[in-house]
């Protein structure tokens, strides 16, 4: 007989669940979903117990953007419209440093947020303390996000989450954006900060489901000591998608976590909302796949299925190409600019300027 | 010997490092003195180096000097909040102050586009935006001098080992006064300035993509013709910049990706936002001193705002 690995016991374990379909779901649907739908998925999230719901561009604030897309309506817009209505859910937002400001932040608690996501890429903690110190100074619940956290060691991603601590920060977030971390890689980031942070801090985990190990990953987040996890019902997010949020309750069912989220309701959420929304249908397929297996931006994906189409390159090089030259989270104009480069080079396309007999170097 | 006109550099950071260099090149600037506020740093013991005189006591210390040394023109590498009170000092005892900070009091600056006019008004307080307005305010202004630009965006992709604290403790401020410059001295209608800092090794070159939505259909041979014109007034001092692709016309959308290589005077070459930073910096310095020299313009002691 072998020997079976001892389950950890996470019974009675208290655990956040912080959905993202209204806001990595934006990237899924380029950033257009109606207002009248973003109430109406955020009221039934309420209704079925979800505690904090994330509304915004998918880029988050200041993300209506030629780099980004334009959704239909502005950020204040969607808050002022869903916010009034939540029953006990609390709203977040999302604040990549570089893009979103102070400014906006502030238009954004006008508008009803209550909580905030201040993402910078896993190594530039420190371009967010200002952003940070005025989310704390609203009052607001405040989440620091370590982006593409597989770029960082568990060692130097501990002290990027205690620089967020010190600016205020009272969650700080293992973030998996390109869906390439396994449980192992989890483990090790989340204990690295657990190690150094104070015990009042709590450690989140947003994971990606382009290797089909969101679920995975969040349990094993969970035993190492993270308090809360980001997922969107039915997936609905970049890439393949986040960690499907009520496959993941029903496992927190399962384990014995209290999560105080309704699994049925959550599931016929999942089936009669947000399934019919859906453009596409999102899950590991050949480019989310590859976005998992190269360590890419999730985000990425359609803008390079559109840079495809339009330069005659195919969407796994570009993404493939844009891994190796480390392209982060943000960088969507050079999906645009490795494919013209790369249709140059195959002869798909001219040179503006050779094209009128000129150089300019 | 040509005389040259005396400099003094505010803040001894990785801006004002590199200013040393490119000043001491110059045949009408000559760098005297380095301001810094830490006696230990490393920016001042290299300035030392260098030739400078130093002091650590701020813009406070350098003031008694001022006359004495004959420093007609200073450059401000601090931060938007001491900008502000080192220029009202300076100012005051004659000196014209060009500010690398975004505190943006002055004139904004670029140039290609507008500094023949900033010499012109005796401006006594220049800004300089930031590395990435110097880096895409001039493709935007030759898109929008061909025809009217809606809206103007930019991003700005630096590497990690480039931005000093100060500028990744203080983001908005950056934000908003490249934002502020598109429309200002881009001549678009309405601008949004995006930065991204990524910490990829071995470090990459300054990328910067510009993107503009022009009223009506963009006269695509006009624009293509006006924006290589432009890079090649850029390259006068900014020899390492560089188009990569474009410029591209999907509707309404003209997009430009550029690429800037510095000159590795302190920092690799990689650092281009450092490079046309400073280089910027110094052209405008340099139009000033022309101009003070030849004897067409004279500083004048401005009062306390």
Redesign the interface.
Known sequence: MSTTRQEPDLRGRKVLLHDMCLRDGMHAKREQIPVEQMVKVATALDEAGVPLIQVTHGAGLGGN???HGFALASNEAYLSAVAPKMKQAKVSVLLI???G???ELQSAYDCGARAVTVAT?C??A??S???IAYARKLGMDTMGFLMMAH?NDPEGLARQGKLMEGYGAQTVYVTDSAGYMLPADVRARVAALRAVLKPETEIGFHGHHNLGMGIANSIAAIEEGASRIDGSVAGLGAGAGNTPLEAFLAVCDRMGMETGVDLFKLMDVAEDVIVPMMDHMVRVDRESLTLGYAGVYSTFLLHAKRAAA?FGVSAREILVELGR????G??E??I??TA??MA?ERGLLKD??TD?G?K?? | MMKKIKCALIGSGNIGTDLIYKLQRSAVLEPVWMVGIDAASEGLARARDLGLKTTAEGVDGLLPHVQADGIQIAFDATSAYVHAENSRKLNALGVLMVDLTPAAIGPLCVPPVNLRAHAEQLAMNVNMISCAGQATIPIVHAVSRVQPVD?A?I?A?LA?KSIG?GT?????EF??TTSDALVRVGGAKKG?A????????PP?IM?N?I?C?TEGEPQQ?RI?DSV?AM??EV?KYVPGY???????F?GQ?V?V?MKVAGLGDYLPTYAGNLDIMTAAACRTAEMFAEEILAGKIKLQATEAA
């Open positions: 953007s030629l780099q440093p570089g893009l400001t102070m400014r890429h190594t530039e420190d371009t303390p200002q952003h770029l339009r030259r480390k392209m982060i943000g960088q104009d050079m645009e600019d013209m480069s140059k503006v300027t009128i000129r300019t170097a | 809206y965006e991003v992709s990690s604290p990744r403790a203080n983001l908005d934000t908003y949004k995006l930065a991204i800092i990524n910490p990829a090794e990459m990328r993509t993107n939505l041979g293509v290589l890079i090649e390259r560089e188009l990569v692709n474009g410029p591209s999907d959308r997009s990706f």
